[in-house]
């Protein structure tokens, strides 16, 4: 063996030991369909600033690198000793969400953002990883300690408050996921099927108060815009409002591009301006116009593999708190693509939550690429554990 | 765990459910909406055809102009109820000139631009191009305008132009008009309407969601098509110089409310002139200011009124070459047999009078029209009631009376009035006059005069003299004469196809007519000899005059008649509402109207005939 060779071998041998327990099909389904999102957002976006058609591409690639190397941070990151800290990060997380109500930027009528200089950070957004860690590390420390009605009801408490600060700027969408996360740490958690009922039951009371109720006796719980986009999927052609023209431009959009779709060139209701929002909430119809059912089915499919394999991930988890953050991040990242891709369709109400890897967004695209690497991290961590079981 | 995975599955598998849905079921219905989305037509505005006289002189033309418009829906916040206002100062109106207009063509059609002001001058068009950036949503438009190089001249047969009335408008969408078009409206403009108009260009552009025209720009398109050019029969010099003559006689006779005529070739049955009187100017509705509008709708000599079709008069003594008509064909007078003609007649215990109860003694046929004797016509009038049958009605029907001649005018035209027993049943009180619900002797002798109850329009009197003119053939008269394109080519021929039916009265029959109707002009004793006595040879008039009664006291004067007697190639008939005082108003008009067509010097007709 020459010198060459043994100094590769021994830089192999530390690739192979920094990457071991890798989920390989995880990080290329992330990558690709990151990328993907980057040259949809190209696409979509040519003509939407002019002078500059790359404004949005430019940016979104910038987001996508600061977020693959942010997750290779984190792929080093010690949830247990991390578990440390929870209460303080919990803190950070109200403390911030509800900084942006009190000092935050506005964007079309809902204040999201807070202004540090030259970016825009939206803390909701991040903060959905953090309430799954935040939740994990709760109901794992008491799972055996508490009583388990007092324990749901403590989880809900807390992912409740900031939901309820987020819902509050007005983000309906992001406090849904809030609580989709909490659900899915209890569920997993194996609280008593019981207590999902009583939810169930709870919610339904609620939708039904928010949405005809109060409204009848004159207490309006929803910006009229938000009762606009719940409940224009049901009958969207009869809908004049905003919500109801986004919708039917988006199953035009979709309907339009036929099974293999129009070409990037020939989507005319993207191109031609007639779909909102085509780069952020709406993008799925973007690819639907673009490549048919073709690329949208075999989007679809990417976002089952991906799913599939948060819950591998998930089930090869090393210890009890990073079994639930997997869970939640799972659930995350399940939630948000069936609700994105069914408004596109229009068998779900508009509610603002953008598509994972592909939305036009930098906080947004950050904590997904985020989410992966703590999965990611999870998984190695596991195979190790099993391989030292072994 | 595995649950975890299943819901999962489920849930993307309905989405990849809904997206087969849409984009292979329902994918044609949603490419459709895309297309109709990405795809506007724009329109281009066809100029509309013109119209012509027989030699092709313009009486209407199509030129392009500027209007100044408004565009509703960009003027409905304060800013733009402010620019509305600026801009009716600017223009010297009051402040809410423009925005009353706007708002009054809003409750028609809501997205349409609004006309300002049509045909901007120069001056009001530098004048918005330099504020192009203070006005919002006012603009100047192309489009094109009718132009009348005559003013007023043949208004009546020419009609107006305007926008679709409402309530028609989807008669029109059906024969593939948008709504939004000018179109005949009146006279010939709507007759022929289907060659008028021309044929909107079509653009299909893309569009983004703002309306720019984006990627390809023109996808595809047609040009305008021009209308065709109508020509009509009318001759422009016989035009002028019959609209002159009628104006010239309703103003120096000082009580007359109005007239009309028309000029017929007995030939051909092409209407060389049709005139009324008082008239209008035909692009007052498009171009008019409110109170002109108003003035022609309100004004008490009803100046929309086209009399040459639609007015209804007494025949009166014009009635009598009917008259004679019926009785030689039903053998109720031959030819020769001398009539006693005193000044006036106890007929059924009744006595009728003839006109200023002059007496001519036994007299023919020919006389009596020449020197137009009532009495001898009465004779007539009881002969016919005495005989079997309704000759006095047959014969009117046969010469076309009672019933629109058929012009290519079909709006405006009346029937007339050919009184019969049927109309004397219907008209009559039962209850104060039973006996009048019956025909009657006298209703015969008052007939036999064109008097009672028998109402003619100009038009079926100038038909019904043609046809004594061209030998007995009935001629259906048209305003028409062909279709042509820009080059001049014939492409229709309006003229030809129009229907004539035979009088069916002998040869020599009709002759004993003519040469009381020549005599009447040209006699030592002629009613209308001082008006055509001292026409050159070649231009001997045959008519006969006419005094009709009517409500009003003052007499209709009448004038009938056609030129060169021998070989006529026009009839003239002229009607001068109550301008028959002392002396026939009507004549002279017919002269002057004659010496325009057959070229002789007007100075050589007399100005005023004989009453009756």
Not at chain 1, 131 to 139: G, N
Not at chain 1, 197 to 226: F, T
Not at chain 2, 190 to 207: H, P, T
Not at chain 2, 322 to 332: E, H, K, R, V
Request: with cysteine; proline share 5%.
């Amino acid at each position: 063996m020459s010198t060459l060779g043994r100094t590769g071998e021994s830089f192999e041998a530390r690739a192979r030991a920094r990457t071991a327990g890798m989920d390989w099909v995880l990080l290329g389904l992330t990558l690709a369909v990151s990328f993907f999102g980057i040259y949809m957002v190209r696409a979509a976006t040519e003509s939407d600033v002019s002078g500059d058609p790359g404004f949005f591409f430019t940016r979104q690639l910038a987001y996508t690198l600061v977020g693959l190397v942010c997750m290779f941070f984190i792929l080093r990151l010690d949830l247990e000793r991390l578990s440390r800290y929870v209460w303080t990060i919990y803190a950070i997380l109200v403390a911030s969400v509800g900084a942006v109500l009190v000092l935050g930027a506005s964007a079309r009528g809902s204040t999201r953002w807070i202004d540090l200089g030259p970016v825009r950070v939206q803390p909701s957004e991040l903060g959905k990883v953090v309430i799954a860690f935040v939740i994990a590390v709760v109901v794992m420390e008491r799972l055996k300690a508490m009583d388990p009605a007092r324990l749901t009801l403590m989880v809900l408490a807390l992912a409740l408050l900031p939901a309820i600060i987020v819902f509050l700027q007005p983000d309906l969408g992001t406090s849904l996921v809030y609580a989709a996360i909490a659900l899915a740490i209890l569920w997993v958690a194996g609280q008593p099927i019981t207590h999902f009922a009583a939810i169930g039951a709870v919610l339904l009371v609620g939708v039904a108060l928010v949405l005809y109720l109060l409204p009848a006796v004159g207490l309006n719980v929803l910006q009229p815009y938000q009762v606009d986009r719940l409940t224009s999927f049901v009958d969207s052609g009869s809908d004049r409002s905003q919500a109801g023209y986004q919708l039917e431009q988006s199953k035009v959009a979709i309907g339009s591009g036929g099974a293999l779709g129009k070409g990037p060139s020939g989507a005319t209701q993207t191109i031609n301006d007639f779909l909102p929002e085509h780069h952020t909430d709406f993008i799925f119809a973007v690819v639907a116009e673009m490549f048919g059912f073709m690329g949208g089915g075999l989007l679809i499919a990417a976002y089952f593999i991906l799913v599939w394999r948060a819950i591998v991930i998930m089930r090869l988890a090393a210890t009890e708190l990073e079994r639930l953050v997997a869970a939640g991040i799972a659930a995350m990242m399940a939630f948000e693509v069936f609700v994105n891709i069914g408004m596109n369709v229009g068998i779900m109400p508009i509610t603002g939550i953008p598509l994972p890897f592909m939305s036009y967004g930098g906080s947004h695209t950050l904590t997904n690429l985020v989410a992966v690497g703590v999965l990611l991290r999870i998984g190695m961590r596991g195979r190790a554990a099993q391989a030292g079981a072994a | 765990m595995a649950s975890f995975a299943g819901v999962a599955l489920v849930l993307l598998a309905v989405l990849v459910v809904r997206l087969w849905f849409l984009q292979v079921v329902s994918n044609q219905g949603y490419q459709q909406r895309a297309e109709a989305n990405r795809l506007r037509t724009v329109i281009t505005e066809a100029p509309r055809g013109a119209i012509t006289d027989r030699n092709g002189k313009a009486l209407v033309t199509s030129k392009e102009v500027l209007n100044l418009v408004a565009l509703p829906q960009e003027l409905t916040s304060d800013a733009g109820t402010r620019t509305l206002r600026h801009l009716s100062r600017a223009l010297g109106h009051p402040a809410g000139y423009f925005q009353a207009k706007v708002a009054k063509a809003q409750k028609v059609s809501p997205f349409e631009p609004v006309v300002l002001q049509q045909d901007a001058p120069p001056a009001l068009q530098a004048y918005v191009q330099e504020r192009q950036a203070q006005l919002p949503g006012i603009e100047l438009q192309a489009a094109y305008q009718r132009e009348y190089p005559n003013g007023t001249l043949g208004a009546h047969i020419l009609g107006y132009t305007g926008p679709i009335p409402v309530e028609s408008i989807t008669t029109y969408r059906e024969q593939g008009y948008l709504g939004d078009e000018t179109v005949g409206r009146a006279g010939v403009e709507g007759e022929y309407e289907r060659y008028l108009r021309g044929i909107a260009g079509r653009q299909q552009v893309e569009v983004n969601a703002q309306g720019d025209i984006v990627g390809r720009g023109v996808i595809s398109q047609t040009a305008p098509r021009p209308g065709e050019t109508l020509r009509l029969s009318i001759d422009l010099d016989v035009q002028k110089a019959l609209e002159k003559a009628l104006k010239a006689q309703v103003v120096s006779s000082g009580t007359s409310t109005g007239a009309a005529g028309v000029a017929l070739d007995p030939k051909t049955g092409a209407v060389l002139a049709m005139a009324s009187y008082p008239t209008y100017q035909p692009d007052v509705f498009e171009s008019g200011t409110p109170r002109e509008v108003r003035r022609v709708l309100t004004s008490p000599g009803r100046p929309l009124l086209n009399r040459s079709i639609g007015g209804e008069y007494p025949a009166a003594s014009t009635f009598k070459a009917i008259t004679a008509s019926a009785a030689l064909a039903a053998g109720l007078y031959r030819p020769g047999e001398l009539i006693e003609a005193p000044g006036s007649v106890v007929l059924y215990k009744t006595r009728f009078r003839g006109f200023n109860n002059e007496a001519f003694g036994p007299i023919a046929l020919p006389k009596a029209l020449e020197v137009s004797s009532d009495t001898f016509f009465y004779a007539l009038g009881d002969r016919s009631y005495r005989m079997r049958g309704w000759p006095l009605q047959e014969w009117s029907q046969k010469y076309g009376f009672g019933s629109p001649t058929g012009l290519d005018l079909a709006e405006g035209e009346s029937a007339g009035l050919v009184p019969d027993l049927a109309y004397k049943r219907q008209s009559c009180n039962r209850k104060v006059d039973p006996i009048n619900c019956s025909w009657r002797p006298g209703d015969s002798i008052n007939m036999s005069i064109g008097q009672g109850n028998v109402l003619v329009t100009p038009l079926q009197m100038a038909t019904a003299y043609a046809a004594i003119a061209n030998g007995g053939k009935v001629i259906t008269p048209t305003l028409g004469n062909a279709v042509v394109d820009t080059d001049g080519r014939v492409l229709r021929d309006l003229i030809s196809a129009r229907a004539s039916r035979a009088l069916g009265l002998s040869a020599s029959n009709l002759d004993v007519i003519k040469q009381g109707l020549l005599l009447a002009a040209n006699g030592n004793e002629g009613t209308a000899t001082p008006v055509f006595g001292n026409l050159p040879p070649a231009f001997k008039v045959a008519g006969k005059t006419g005094t009709a009664e009517n409500p009003s006291k003052i007499d209709h004067a009448w004038y009938v008649g056609y030129a060169p007697a021998d070989d006529p190639e026009i009839v003239v008939a002229v009607v001068v509402e109550r301008g028959g005082q002392g002396a026939n108003s009507a004549a002279p008009a017919v002269c002057e109207t004659m010496a325009a067509d057959l070229k002789f010097d007007s100075s050589r007709c007399g100005t005023a005939a004989k009453t009756n």
